[in-house]
């Protein structure tokens, strides 16, 4: 990597290892991991990538895209990036050689400049290989206890990226036979929509955090005709529960689920 | 070294527990970064997660040991080892009374992973039984527990029997080689001293069947159904024999049957989840396998699903269309915010020196970005859009007002003269994609290319491509472009002689049809008479009667005559001075063609030579009552056509007779051009009996048919016997008158003939 990122790098990851051992010993220390998806791996789950880590949650981020497709000079001449061989770092001084002044305007550099300190660069959900451990990534946000690479949820941004994830999961022939529970929150692609939906993946992810930390406290036999109260309820069971709830807290965002398997 | 620390804290009871989960995330972090010390790890940690060790143990060594033998890093061989070494701890663990949820869940997901792996070490090493009793014995428990479980051991125990399934399955071989999941019934010989194929493959058949009956329940426990269509994918794809009960439970699943329930907001979850995950298996299962045949009946269930759920979700459907039809209105808006203000406020630049191109004087805006931009890259209709919609929006005043900039610049080039077509700089060079070389990348960049991504791959070639030909800039604005009147040529004159060419041309076209229309069925229907319509049917009648009407009531002369016209009905008089020089009105044009066209064939086509006499008849009639002095054609047509018949006629040809009698209007001359047929002795017959049908049946044409009778016996000696026969009937007197006043020469001959 290059000066901009090294100067940046240390000081976000030396940070948040520091909040996790805090939260983890309030929190019982047990965190869901989570994964963000969109089609570029850029503005949406990026943002959602920060906040989450940001919160403490275990966090990677990918895209469904087959490219990296930024905004260009026109909307015929977008700016395209390949997956997995770019880092956010190079792109950002490429569009800043091109044009400061339009890439400082529509908010670009601004974003990129945010990609860069989060992680290397934009990787590619179809070309990820689920369980391959992620001891490469100390410097990312969010890697911390990501260390074995198997989310417990998926959030995507986008109904298409939902489809595609789903889609891929069930073209992988579910190997590794570890749940996960895919979400769609449809947001629209420009930077305002992903702030606020930044937000709300926090708020989700600490909903359904509450929800397998109550399941972790129960401590002691399983009751198999047990099943009737809410509050026994396993996780699992609650991840629809616990959406329908932060759906009619943030109703803007219409949102999908299923559980598929890795 | 790490392992070692964990081996001997395992053995020292006095550490605490939080302790030695520290020690082991450290030794699992050990492996995460060198799988070789998987082997040594894994049997490590085996004394301490044991079933008897505290709670927070169990449940890391459980997950830890689900997560160990799913790991890609490991090769089949290194898993194998693992495999067969956990066994046992993994059984007392699932056997443990009234275990932990999460301690069962993920040892059944460990199960999940071992038993494909399992299966593989006994085919190869059918002497380890004890093993294949292990792994025997775990199956047993785990689809004991299954029914009755927690929701979350209930998962895991689905995915469990579908690793079962998978592995107890004939492959096609389409599977991936990876992760066991090639592992099937092909690899088991049949003669497997512990195996027994049959046997497996009946197991598997009857777990599918448990498996599939969440969906044959109708249920709608979304996390249940949603988790066995997620992992039915694979079996409908690679094991044949399951991929049509499991489509068949899948069609005949429900999934919006939770729709008709009061809607909280768990079950709006629930409903989408459900609807959506079925489309996804069953159009991720058409893509790869288009010709099944049970396609059509997917994509009729597929149709009926994208109906239904648009009823049910369509205030949401709505709301979000809204949003993207402004999007697609005004542009995407991620990319409209640059330079999207100063255009209320626009101000025109006065062109500086030099050159400029067409485009340059054109150019309002101030945007560098802007300006840059190639119109031309727009396709056609988008650019039509665009300027429709902008065109519609504009204020006039920015309009005037632009015009007069641009007006103004145009008139300051003219003045300083500045010629010389300018060559604009095409914009060739795409700097945004060009250093990439995005271009070179192909298709084998994308490990699993479907058609969703298609679209996707060609957007991106799209944007890669370079941009079609720059438009030409052009020196001297305004000129070429303007478009001048446009003529058609003239016609080229017409000369008489061309114009009957023509209108003969137009009105063989009339006789085109009747070639190819069928003969119309008139004859087997009840006559209706005076009311019947004249041509109410296309068949070949009603189009003979529109000829016949178009060749005597055509409408040709009538600017000749207006003023005589008598009501919708126009007299009949083509023949006019102005038709005459031009040879043949149309209407004779069509009544020559009439007359040919009966002659053809005149026996069967009398009737129409009768109505079109009739007609002809009529017409006359008019025109006479109308005292214009027209010209009347049924006399010469009728002694055309009696003329025509003739030259042809034979003694069977009774037809003569109806045809006399029937057109409506006899003559002298007509009848008398029967006589010719006396000089034939064959048709004398015929001749006069059609005279006597007419002095029988047509008393006002008796005397006129006598009279020719008489001419007959007059002029005739061949027919005088038959002649006379007759005359003596209906003339009496008439031979003796004609015998006597010539004298008693000819009186005696005739005697003479009547006695011999």
Redesign the interface.
């Known amino acids: 990597m290059d000066t901009t990122n090294g100067s940046a790098g240390p000081l976000a990851p030396a940070l948040a290892p520091a909040q996790d051992g805090q939260r983890e010993n309030e929190s019982g220390g047990f965190r869901l991991k989570l994964c963000t998806v969109c089609a570029s791996n850029q503005n949406r789950s990026m943002e959602g990538h920060l906040r989450l880590a940001q919160a403490n949650y275990p966090v990677i981020s990918f895209g469904t895209g087959s490219l990296v497709r930024l905004p260009g000079p026109t909307v015929t001449q977008p700016n395209v990036y390949k997956f997995n061989e770019t880092s956010y770092d190079s792109i950002y001084r490429e569009l800043e050689a091109k044009d400061p002044r339009l890439y400082q305007a529509n908010g670009l550099l601004n974003m990129l400049g945010r990609n860069r300190v989060i992680k290397w660069g934009p990787e590619r959900w179809q070309d990820w290989q689920v369980g391959m451990p992620r001891v490469k990534h100390e410097k990312d946000q969010g890697s911390v206890g990501m260390e074995a690479g198997v989310p417990d949820v998926v959030i995507t941004c986008e109904e298409r990226c939902w489809d595609a994830v789903v889609d891929d999961l069930l073209s992988r022939g579910s190997p590794l036979n570890r749940p996960v529970h895919v979400i769609n929150i449809d947001i629209k692609d420009n930077h305002r929509d992903a702030l606020i939906a930044g937000g709300a993946m926090v708020d989700l992810a600490d909903s359904l955090n509450k929800a397998a930390l109550e399941e972790r406290s129960k401590v002691g036999a399983v009751t198999f005709d047990a099943g009737g109260a809410a509050s026994r309820a396993s996780f699992d069971e609650r991840v629809p529960e616990v959406l329908g709830e932060w759906q009619e807290r943030w109703p803007d965002l219409p949102a999908t689920w299923t559980l598929s398997w890795f | 070294m790490a392992a070692d620390t964990t081996a001997t804290s395992a053995s020292a009871s006095n550490i605490s527990v939080a302790e030695q989960l520290e020690q082991l995330s450290a030794a699992?972090?050990l492996v995460?970064?060198n799988s070789t010390y998987y082997d040594r790890i894994v049997k490590g940690v085996l004394p301490i997660i044991g079933p008897t060790a505290p709670?927070e143990l169990r449940r890391w060594g459980a997950e830890f040991l689900?997560?160990s033998l799913?790991?890609?890093?490991l090769a089949m061989r290194d898993k194998e080892n693992i495999t067969v070494a956990v066994l046992d701890t993994l059984r007392a663990l699932l056997d443990g009374a009234?275990?932990?949820?999460?301690v069962?869940k993920a040892s059944v997901?460990a199960a999940?992973?071992a038993y494909p792996v399992a299966l593989r070490w006994i085919i190869h090493n059918s002497y380890h039984t004890e093993s294949w009793e292990q792994m025997t014995a775990i199956k047993a428990r785990i689809l004991r527990?299954w029914d009755?479980?927690?929701?979350?051991?209930m998962?895991?125990c689905i995915?469990?029997a579908?690793?079962v399934v998978l592995a107890q399955t004939a492959s096609n071989g389409m599977?991936?080689k990876?992760?066991?999941?090639d592992i099937s019934l092909n690899l088991i010989p049949a003669n497997h001293p512990l195996l027994d194929p049959r046997q497996l493959e009946a197991e598997a058949t009857g777990l599918l069947d448990r498996m599939l009956g969440v969906l044959q329940d109708n249920s709608s426990d979304?996390?249940l159904v949603?988790?066995t269509l997620?992992?039915l994918?694979?079996l409908s794809r690679?094991r044949p024999n399951t991929t049509y009960r499991i489509l068949n439970a899948v069609l005949n699943f429900n999934p919006l049957k939770l729709a008709n329930s009061p809607m909280?907001?768990?079950?709006?979850?629930?409903v989408?989840?459900l609807e959506?995950?079925t489309r996804?298996?069953l159009?991720?299962f058409l893509r790869r396998d288009p010709n099944n045949a049970l396609s059509r009946r997917i994509q009729q269930y597929l149709e009926k699903l994208m109906r239904s759920r648009a009823e049910i979700f369509d205030d949401?459907g709505r709301k979000?269309a809204l949003?993207d039809q402004a999007a697609a209105g005004h542009?995407?808006?991620?990319?409209q915010?640059?330079?999207a203000a100063g255009v209320a406020h626009i101000s025109i630049p006065p062109l500086g020196q030099g050159p400029h191109t067409l485009a340059g004087v054109f150019t309002l805006t101030n945007s560098l970005?802007l300006q840059?931009?190639d119109a031309t890259?727009?396709p056609a209709n988008l650019a039509a859009k665009i300027s429709v919609r902008t065109l519609a929006g504009l204020d006039q005043q920015v309009l005037d007002f632009a015009i007069a900039g641009i007006r103004d610049r145009l008139t300051s080039l003219h003045a300083a003269r500045a010629a010389a077509a300018a060559a604009a700089q095409p914009m060739v060079y795409?700097?945004?994609?060009a250093?990439?070389g995005?271009e070179e990348?192909d298709d084998d960049?994308?490990?699993?290319l479907?058609p969703?991504?298609d679209t996707?791959?060609i957007l991106?070639k799209?944007?890669?491509a370079p941009?079609e030909e720059p438009m030409e800039p052009t020196a001297d604005s305004g000129v070429a472009m303007a478009l001048g009147p446009f003529k058609l040529p003239p016609p080229p004159t017409l000369d008489p002689d061309a114009a009957a060419k023509l209108s003969q041309a137009a009105a063989s076209r009339v006789f085109g049809p009747l070639s190819v229309l069928k003969e119309g069925s008139a004859l087997r229907k009840p006559k209706a008479g005076i009311n019947r319509l004249a041509a109410s049917s296309y068949d070949r009648d009603s189009w003979l009667t529109l000829i016949t009407r178009l060749a005597t009531r055509s409408t040709a002369s009538l600017d000749l005559d207006n003023s005589s016209s008598n009501g919708s009905i126009k007299p009949e008089d083509a023949d006019t001075a102005l038709d005459r020089s031009r040879g043949m009105s149309l209407g004779d044009t069509i009544r020559e063609m009439l007359y040919t066209y009966i002659l053809e064939d005149w026996r069967r086509r009398i009737e129409i030579a009768v109505a079109w006499l009739c007609e002809e008849w009529y017409n006359d009639q008019l025109t006479k009552r109308s005292g214009s002095g027209g010209q009347l054609h049924y006399e010469k047509w009728a002694l055309r056509l009696v003329d025509g018949c003739l030259s042809y006629i034979t003694a069977q040809d009774k037809v003569l007779t109806r045809f006399l009698a029937e057109i409506p209007e006899l003559s002298r001359a007509l009848l008398g051009k029967l006589k010719a047929l006396c000089a034939d002795p064959t048709t004398v017959q015929l001749a006069l009996t059609s005279l006597l049908y007419l002095v029988m049946m047509r008393p006002p044409v008796r005397e006129i048919a006598l009279d020719t009778v008489a001419e007959i016996w007059t002029e005739y000696e061949d027919a005088r016997p038959l002649a006379a026969k007759y005359l003596v009937k209906w003339r009496p007197g008439f031979i003796e008158s004609q015998t006597r006043p010539p004298g008693d020469e000819a009186m005696s001959a005739n005697n003479m003939a009547v006695t011999t």
């Open positions: 699992r972090k995460l970064e709670l689900a997560e799913a790991t890609p890093v009234g275990e932990d949820a999460i069962l997901a999940a992973s527990i009755g479980a927690p929701a979350p051991v998962l895991s995915k469990f579908q690793r599977e991936q990876y992760h066991g999941l979304a996390l949603d988790a997620n992992c994918s694979i690679t909280t907001p768990k079950t709006r979850v629930f989408k989840s959506k995950t996804v298996f159009t991720h949401a979000r949003a542009g995407d808006a991620k990319r915010k640059v330079e970005g840059a931009f890259q727009l795409n700097a945004a994609t250093p990439l995005v990348e960049y994308e490990p699993d479907t969703a991504e996707e791959q991106n799209l944007d890669n941009p």
